[in-house]
């Protein structure tokens, strides 16, 4: 069974930094390229990130280019999101997302859902 | 890419039949995908690739469509289904996501 774990959200001001982590399990996790998505309180989705299986290529959202970083670690099967220079407007609830084509290149949508880790950026 | 839904707001009684619709500002072939979020939980995927049920998906639910024009149906809908639903385009970089469907159930 996959599962998806997300960690790592809480209360930071405008201009910090947060480490959101994703723990998976159920599939080789190597052979998939991941996702993060996010939702602002009562909105719909967006698409932030993008990490191909191999770790070899990264993807980002226009809103968040320059300020968050995707990486993975296939050794500990765990998807990160290094978010920087934090604004309001990235407050959000913050999904990892399995990729639903196998392969250790390329990236796309995703077939497997986390429940969500909240972000709220606020003074 | 730009994916716009419609209607934004369904209103339902049981039994009906759904049509949900996505438009694409520029062609994604078949690369166009569905999903439904309940409240308080996280999306899941219903329809891959415009047409092809995702495991486990009942089959009420039916994708179809290519390049712009895209079309989620529900056949006689059913109380669980109250939720919203999201189109979603991997065709080109960034992926992007339709406005969101929200269906009540009268």
């Known amino acids: 069974e996959v599962q998806l774990l997300e960690s790592g959200g809480g209360l930071v001001q405008p201009g910090g930094s947060l480490r959101l982590s994703c723990a998976a399990s159920?599939?080789?996790?190597?052979?998939?390229?991941m996702n993060w998505v996010r939702q602002a309180p009562g909105k719909g989705l967006e698409w932030v990130a993008a990490?191909?299986?191999?770790?070899?290529?990264?993807y980002y959202g226009d809103s968040v280019r320059g300020r968050f970083t995707i990486s993975r670690d296939n050794s500990k099967n765990t998807l990160y999101l290094q978010m920087n220079s934090l604004r309001g407007e990235d407050t959000a609830l913050y999904y990892c997302?399995?990729?639903?084509?196998?392969?250790?290149?390329?990236?796309?949508?995703?077939?497997?859902w986390g429940q969500g880790t909240l972000v709220t950026v606020s003074s | 890419i730009v994916l716009t839904q419609s209607p934004d707001f369904q209103s339902v009684t049981p039994k009906e039949k759904v049509t949900i619709t996505c438009r694409a500002s520029?062609?994604?072939?078949?690369?166009l995908h569905w999903y439904q979020q309940k409240p308080d939980q996280s999306p899941k995927l219903l329809i891959k690739s415009a047409s092809q049920s995702f495991s486990g998906v009942p089959s009420r639910f039916s994708g179809s469509g290519s390049g712009t024009d895209f079309t989620l149906t529900i056949n006689s809908l059913e109380a669980e289904d109250a939720a919203t639903y999201y189109c979603?385009?991997?065709?080109?970089?960034?992926?992007?996501f339709g406005g969101g469907t929200k269906v009540e159930i009268k």
């Open positions: 990490i191909t299986g191999n770790g070899g290529s990264t």
């Open positions: 159920g599939f080789t996790f190597s052979d998939f390229a």
């Open positions: 997302a399995k990729r639903a084509i196998v392969g250790p290149t390329g990236v796309g949508f995703g077939d497997y």
């Open positions: 979603h385009q991997s065709s080109i970089l960034p992926l992007t």
């Open positions: 520029q062609s994604v072939g078949d690369h």
